[in-house]
């Protein structure tokens, strides 16, 4: 059993920062690959970023040079930093974790194994 909390939610002006995290439980977290999604209200969840155990990184096209996705493997957290928000990138923010990790990049949610509850991220004009 995995548990994912996320924090660092809140409001931000557009061209302001944030950083997420996402505590997690489990004795084999460094194997784990770890993503985040988002979902804005009346939208599907979409991909945002995932790391792998090997610390590869894949981002979505959207967010490609204004986030990064880092993890401590000691502190079993994986990290989103935003910058350069837009308000186009309010939504809730959902950690995941895939076990297996074989396929690379996962883009797809149904391949994660277990989620956060999520963390609010809102952007003002």
């Known amino acids: 059993q995995v548990q994912l909390v996320e924090s660092g939610g809140g409001l931000v002006q557009a061209g302001g920062s944030l950083r997420l995290s996402c505590a997690a439980s489990?004795?084999?977290?460094?194997?784990?690959?770890m993503g985040w999604f988002r979902q804005a209200p009346g939208k599907e969840r979409e991909f945002v970023a995932a790391i792998r155990w090997s610390g590869s990184r894949y981002y979505a096209d959207s967010v490609k040079g204004r986030f990064t996705i880092s993890r401590d493997n000691a502190k079993i957290t994986v990290y989103l930093q935003m910058g350069s928000l837009k308000p186009e990138d309010t939504a809730v923010y959902y950690c995941a974790a895939d076990l297996n990790g074989s396929l690379w990049p996962n883009r797809d949610q149904t391949g994660y194994d277990y989620w956060g509850q999520g963390t609010q991220v809102t952007v003002s004009s």
């Open positions: 489990g004795r084999s977290f460094s194997s784990y690959a």
